[in-house]
């Protein structure tokens, strides 16, 4: 959820009329931008898939990453007082596009965190969380401008705060999930990655002609002198 809103949110709806009648770009740069855009988030989506992969205990760190990240940003360029260069502008579009397949990862906690009786259920609530989260923002957001005389700049400035009440909420859940050495969430991770090398080695052990119980990791012989 915070993660995803924040691209979604601009490259849905607000992103273009921002950047062209608060931000002053022609039709041409902002296509530019949305299309860097599309890019970034290519790119950033494998690298993400191999963190998640291979640090499964720190995937909330790679998600309150991606939402202070994209956060900063934000708060950099709304504090101007006047519209900010391309430069600035082009990092705060590739920040905030990271969220998109970042929002991924939520699909991993649902993953591992659930029984398999429940796991449609997890991953429809995942699915949902961010395209939830954009809607409201871009509702709220079009009830800001439309009290604030529409697309100005200090009406965008106002409007785009409606994004950090949603990073608040989902940064204190993300946070929760973090546990401890000992605690459930962390056990079933670690129950996780034994059940997946011990599936692996069966697969081996069946490939090269060997047997072994289901579920179980053969044994290396013994070598007595």
């Given at each position: 959820?915070?993660?995803?809103?924040?691209?979604t949110?601009?490259?849905?709806?607000?992103?273009?009329?921002?950047?062209?009648?608060a931000?002053?770009?022609?039709?041409?740069?902002?296509?530019?931008?949305?299309?860097?855009s599309?890019?970034?988030?290519i790119?950033?989506?494998?690298i993400?898939?191999?963190l998640?992969?291979r640090?499964?205990?720190?995937?909330?760190?790679?998600?309150?990453?991606?939402?202070?990240?994209?956060?900063?940003?934000?708060?950099i360029?709304?504090?101007?007082?006047?519209?900010?260069?391309l430069?600035?502008?082009?990092?705060?579009v590739?920040?905030?596009?990271?969220?998109?397949?970042?929002?991924?990862?939520?699909?991993?906690?649902?993953?591992?965190?659930?029984?398999?009786?429940?796991?449609?259920?997890?991953?429809?609530?995942?699915?949902?969380?961010g395209?939830?989260a954009s809607?409201?923002?871009?509702?709220?957001?079009?009830?800001?401008?439309?009290h604030?005389?529409g697309?100005?700049?200090?009406?965008?400035?106002?409007?785009?705060m409606?994004?950090?009440?949603?990073?608040?909420?989902?940064?204190?859940?993300?946070?929760?999930?973090?546990?401890?050495?000992?605690?459930?969430?962390?056990?079933?991770?670690?129950?996780?990655?034994?059940?997946?090398?011990s599936?692996?080695?069966?697969?081996?052990?069946?490939?090269?002609?060997n047997?072994?119980?289901?579920?179980?990791?053969?044994?290396?012989?013994?070598?007595?002198?």
């Amino acid at each position: 959820m915070g993660t995803q809103f924040s691209i979604t949110t601009f490259a849905l709806l607000w992103g273009v009329p921002y950047l062209k009648s608060a931000q002053g770009l022609d039709s041409t740069t902002v296509g530019s931008l949305l299309t860097l855009s599309v890019i970034s988030a290519i790119v950033a989506g494998p690298i993400l898939g191999i963190l998640t992969g291979r640090y499964p205990m720190r995937r909330s760190w790679l998600v309150l990453t991606i939402m202070v990240a994209s956060a900063l940003m934000w708060t950099i360029v709304l504090s101007r007082s006047e519209p900010s260069p391309l430069w600035l502008l082009t990092i705060l579009v590739v920040v905030i596009s990271v969220g998109g397949p970042g929002s991924v990862i939520g699909f991993d906690y649902a993953r591992t965190s659930n029984p398999s009786s429940a796991m449609g259920t997890a991953q429809g609530m995942v699915n949902i969380g961010g395209f939830l989260a954009s809607l409201i923002v871009i509702q709220v957001m079009g009830v800001i401008l439309g009290h604030m005389g529409g697309y100005t700049f200090d009406g965008f400035r106002v409007a785009w705060m409606v994004q950090y009440p949603v990073w608040i909420l989902a940064s204190s859940v993300c946070s929760s999930l973090e546990a401890k050495p000992g605690e459930p969430s962390r056990q079933k991770a670690y129950t996780y990655g034994r059940f997946a090398k011990s599936f692996v080695a069966t697969n081996n052990s069946i490939a090269s002609g060997n047997s072994s119980p289901a579920g179980e990791v053969p044994k290396r012989p013994s070598h007595q002198a």
